[in-house]
């Protein structure tokens, strides 16, 4: 028996009826319609209510529909025993490498600067360099972060990613540590964000790190609006040393009416779908964890709740 936790967004039957057609025998309850809560071995949740899964005494695996769970590990409450699943989908990874594909050369060709000047009916040609004379870099490397940077690769970019352990990556220079992010931002002119929101990683978009980029890169946060600390983005986009930004998620979001990025001539508010979680793809990932369980093998792609990923 499995419960599912609805998100803001999703269409509730568009799951159910993914995992009927792959599982046929799986009872499906939705949340808060539990009933026996002992009856409930798994969980498929986007962001459940604090406390909800530690009602549940039975529960044999935790599935995120997302591939961040830090809103799973912000419960105190959480079930410390039961394995949590995170998302890794080839729809998930295809969606934002085309979202980071898009955002990346939209900085890059210079398209927020000429839709200004259309605005001001402005015939001015820009000269912009090739992708190979563009240092594009990504902050993670992880599923996610990998393929965004095989991508940019193939379009000729000049590519580099920072993640906690070195990476070999055809055509992606590697820095990790410390003195590795140093070095990184300060050859890095289109920042990407694909971190994992943890304890290492939140306010990682800050102003001394986005001081070390050359003045007047631009930024692009797909990951988690606690990476950024938003008075320090807004003030490097006031000064010049960020030209642009491409912000996808927010530190509240939906993203308040009064907040100044809103307005900002130099943003682009994404309302968090740089990818989103397709259940015809995701519910497959979801039914092989299930029968991995059922047949006592190893989960996949399990939360290491001490690394916060
Ligand atoms: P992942 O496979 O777990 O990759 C995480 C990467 O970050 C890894 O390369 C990891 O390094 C690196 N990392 C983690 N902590 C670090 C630290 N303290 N210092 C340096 N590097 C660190 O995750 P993913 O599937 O690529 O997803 C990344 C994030 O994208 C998710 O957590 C989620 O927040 C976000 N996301 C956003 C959207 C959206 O629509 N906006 C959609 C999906 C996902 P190692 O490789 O060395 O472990
Ligand atoms: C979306 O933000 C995700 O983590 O999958």
Redesign the pocket.
């Given at each position: 028996m499995a419960l599912l936790f609805k998100s803001d967004t999703d269409r509730i039957d568009i799951w159910q009826e993914a995992l009927a057609k792959l599982m046929p025998d799986l009872e499906v309850r939705v949340w808060p319609d539990v009933g026996n809560a002992a009856d409930i071995e798994f969980a498929l949740v986007w962001n459940p209510p604090v406390g909800e899964l530690a009602k549940l005494p039975n529960l044999r695996a935790i599935f995120s529909m997302?591939?961040?769970?830090?809103h799973l590990a912000s419960d105190p409450d959480l079930p410390e025993d039961v394995p949590v699943v995170?998302?890794?989908d080839e729809g998930?990874?295809q969606?934002?490498t085309e979202?980071v594909v898009m955002a990346v050369l939209r900085h890059h060709r210079r398209i927020h600067d000429y839709q200004t000047q259309q605005r001001q009916k402005h015939w001015a040609q820009l000269v912009t360099p090739l992708a190979p004379d563009r240092k594009v870099g990504i902050?993670?490397?992880?599923?996610?972060?990998?393929d965004s940077a095989e991508k940019l690769v193939y379009l000729g970019f000049d590519v580099a990613?920072?993640?906690?352990?070195q990476?070999s990556l055809p055509g992606v220079e590697s820095y990790?540590g410390d003195e590795g992010?140093r070095a990184f931002l300060k050859r890095t002119e289109i920042l990407v964000c694909?971190?994992?929101?943890?304890t290492?990683?939140k306010g990682i978009l800050n102003s001394t790190n986005l001081g070390l980029l050359p003045h007047g890169a631009s930024l692009i946060n797909?990951?988690?609006g606690g990476h950024m600390v938003p008075e320090d983005v807004l003030a490097a986009l006031d000064s010049g040393q960020l030209a642009e930004a491409t912000l996808?998620?927010f530190p509240e979001e939906p993203l308040p009416a009064q907040s100044p990025f809103w307005d900002h001539p130099r943003v682009l508010v994404i309302p968090?779908?740089?990818?989103?979680?397709l259940p015809k793809t995701a519910a497959e990932n979801v039914a092989r964890g299930i029968e991995a369980v059922r047949k006592g093998e190893a989960l996949q792609n399990v939360v290491d709740f001490e690394?916060?990923?």
């Amino acid at each position: 028996m499995a419960l599912l936790f609805k998100s803001d967004t999703d269409r509730i039957d568009i799951w159910q009826e993914a995992l009927a057609k792959l599982m046929p025998d799986l009872e499906v309850r939705v949340w808060p319609d539990v009933g026996n809560a002992a009856d409930i071995e798994f969980a498929l949740v986007w962001n459940p209510p604090v406390g909800e899964l530690a009602k549940l005494p039975n529960l044999r695996a935790i599935f995120s529909m997302g591939a961040g769970i830090d809103h799973l590990a912000s419960d105190p409450d959480l079930p410390e025993d039961v394995p949590v699943v995170r998302m890794v989908d080839e729809g998930l990874t295809q969606g934002m490498t085309e979202f980071v594909v898009m955002a990346v050369l939209r900085h890059h060709r210079r398209i927020h600067d000429y839709q200004t000047q259309q605005r001001q009916k402005h015939w001015a040609q820009l000269v912009t360099p090739l992708a190979p004379d563009r240092k594009v870099g990504i902050l993670g490397l992880g599923v996610l972060g990998a393929d965004s940077a095989e991508k940019l690769v193939y379009l000729g970019f000049d590519v580099a990613g920072w993640s906690r352990t070195q990476k070999s990556l055809p055509g992606v220079e590697s820095y990790s540590g410390d003195e590795g992010l140093r070095a990184f931002l300060k050859r890095t002119e289109i920042l990407v964000c694909l971190l994992p929101l943890t304890t290492g990683t939140k306010g990682i978009l800050n102003s001394t790190n986005l001081g070390l980029l050359p003045h007047g890169a631009s930024l692009i946060n797909v990951a988690r609006g606690g990476h950024m600390v938003p008075e320090d983005v807004l003030a490097a986009l006031d000064s010049g040393q960020l030209a642009e930004a491409t912000l996808d998620v927010f530190p509240e979001e939906p993203l308040p009416a009064q907040s100044p990025f809103w307005d900002h001539p130099r943003v682009l508010v994404i309302p968090h779908c740089a990818s989103v979680t397709l259940p015809k793809t995701a519910a497959e990932n979801v039914a092989r964890g299930i029968e991995a369980v059922r047949k006592g093998e190893a989960l996949q792609n399990v939360v290491d709740f001490e690394r916060g990923y």
